[in-house]
T-cell receptor, first 113, second 115 residues
Framework: QKEVEQNSGPLSVPEGAIASLNCTYS??????FFWYRQYSGKSPELIMS????GDKEDGRFTAQLNKASQYVSLLIRDSQPSDSATYLC?????????????FGKGTLLTVNP | EAGVTQFPSHSVIEKGQTVTLRCDPI?????LYWYRRVMGKEIKFLLH????????ESGMPNNRFLAERTGGTYSTLKVQPAELEDSGVYFC?????????????FGNGTRLTVT
C-alpha cells in the first residue's frame, strides 16, 4: 500500500523562527507533491506544489524535493502565529492513479507569539 | 469565483439511518473527488468523477455508499444504512477545467457523526 509519512508533531516554534516540516513517501513513481494547510474546521488549502528535485520558494515558504530519497519538506521562514495550523503532505499517484492524492496524517504546527 | 461548497456542514444521525451529502464543485471543473477523514487517520480517497462518469471508485468502503453526479455538475454521496464507523469528515474536491490543469480545490467538508 502506497503511504505518505509525516513527522507526527505537534511542532511548536516561536514567532519569527523557521518551522521545518518533513514527509516521506513510498510510491517511487510519484511525480507531483503538494503541501496543504488546514485550519481547524476548514478545508485543506493548497500552499505549495513541487514537481522537480530541488527547492521551490514562494514568499516565506520553501518546498524541497528529493526523489531519490523519496523525501519532501516544507520550510516556513519568519513563522507567524497565523501559520498555526495542520500541514498536510500529499502525493499524487503514479501510473493509472495519477489523479489520486495520498495524504499523510498531517503535522500540527503552533507558532507562539 | 466561488469555491467548492458542501452541504450540510454537520450531520448527526443514528445508526441505520440514511444521510445524503452534497457537493457543488467549482464551475467548469470536470473532475470531482470525494475524500474522507476518519478520526486519527489520514484523508483517504473515495472516488473520482469525470463529468458524470465514475472513473475510479476503488476507495469506496462498501456498497452502503453510493455516489452520483447527474448532469456532471453537483454530486451527492449517500450512506445507507449508516454505521458507527462511517463517522468522519467527508471532503469534496474538484479540478481541471478543460485544457487547464489545476491542483485539487477542497470544500470545507461535511462532518458526519453516527451515533
Amino acid at each position: 500500500q502506497k503511504e505518505v509519512e509525516q513527522n507526527s508533531g505537534p511542532l511548536s516554534v516561536p514567532e519569527g523562527a523557521i518551522a521545518s516540516l518533513n514527509c516521506t513517501y513510498s510510491d517511487r513513481g510519484s511525480q507531483s507533491f503538494f503541501w496543504y494547510r488546514q485550519y481547524s474546521g476548514k478545508s485543506p488549502e493548497l500552499i505549495m506544489s513541487i514537481y522537480s528535485n530541488g527547492d521551490k520558494e514562494d514568499g516565506r515558504f520553501t518546498a524541497q524535493l528529493n526523489k531519490a530519497s523519496q523525501y519532501v519538506s516544507l520550510l516556513i521562514r519568519d513563522s507567524q502565529p497565523s501559520d498555526s495550523a495542520t500541514y498536510l503532505c500529499a502525493v499524487e499517484g503514479s501510473g493509472g492513479s495519477n489523479y489520486k492524492l495520498t495524504f499523510g496524517k498531517g503535522t500540527l504546527l503552533t507558532v507562539n507569539p | 469565483e466561488a469555491g467548492v461548497t458542501q452541504f450540510p456542514s454537520h450531520s448527526v444521525i443514528e445508526k441505520g439511518q440514511t444521510v445524503t451529502l452534497r457537493c457543488d464543485p467549482i464551475s467548469g471543473h470536470d473532475n470531482l473527488y470525494w475524500y474522507r477523514r476518519v478520526m486519527g487517520k489520514e484523508i483517504k480517497f473515495l472516488l473520482h468523477f469525470v463529468k458524470e462518469s465514475k472513473q475510479d471508485e476503488s476507495g469506496m468502503p462498501n456498497n452502503r455508499f453510493l455516489a452520483e453526479r447527474t448532469g456532471g455538475t453537483y454530486s451527492t454521496l449517500k450512506v445507507q444504512p449508516a454505521e458507527l464507523e462511517d463517522s468522519g469528515v467527508y471532503f469534496c474536491a474538484s479540478s481541471w477545467r478543460q485544457g487547464v490543469w489545476e491542483p485539487l480545490h477542497f470544500g470545507n467538508g461535511t462532518r458526519l457523526t453516527v451515533t
